[in-house]
């Protein structure tokens, strides 16, 4: 019998369909990969999914950070700095947890119809 998939992991699925599309040295935001699912309210749901997805290796969690350019989501990482020095990698500057020049590395993804 065929497993039926949920609604959560659905919605997961379109968030990491999302997030992989990210360009290396780019961010985008919760909000903005819910807007692109059409799941507009749903910043929250798109960072549980964030959380949910660092044992997945093809899942760039570290490219997604809040609407203000925070990289909220450090917590998740194991290690102190792991986000901001996989950003930095990147060659995005991060000062004091947030992204510098956030407008020039922001990436805004395609809008599903």
């Not at 065929?2 to 919760?30: C, H, L, M, W």
């Not at 899942?59 to 950070?65: D, F, Y």
Request: aromatic content about 8%; glycine content about 8%; charged content about 25%.
């Amino acid at each position: 019998m065929e497993k039926k998939e949920s609604n959560k992991d659905n919605f997961f699925e379109r968030v990491y369909n999302v997030a992989r599309q990210i360009p290396e040295g780019k961010v985008t935001s919760y909000g903005a990969i819910a807007k692109a699912i059409g799941a507009a309210r749903s910043a929250r749901m798109v960072g549980y999914a964030m959380n949910a997805s660092h044992t997945m290796d093809d899942i760039p969690a570290h490219r997604v950070v809040n609407r203000n350019g925070l990289l909220t989501g450090k917590f998740h990482f194991d290690g102190t700095n792991l986000m901001q020095q996989l950003l930095e990698s990147e060659g995005v500057k991060v000062v004091e947890n947030k992204i510098v020049d956030f407008e020039k590395h922001f990436w805004k993804p395609e809008i599903k119809s």
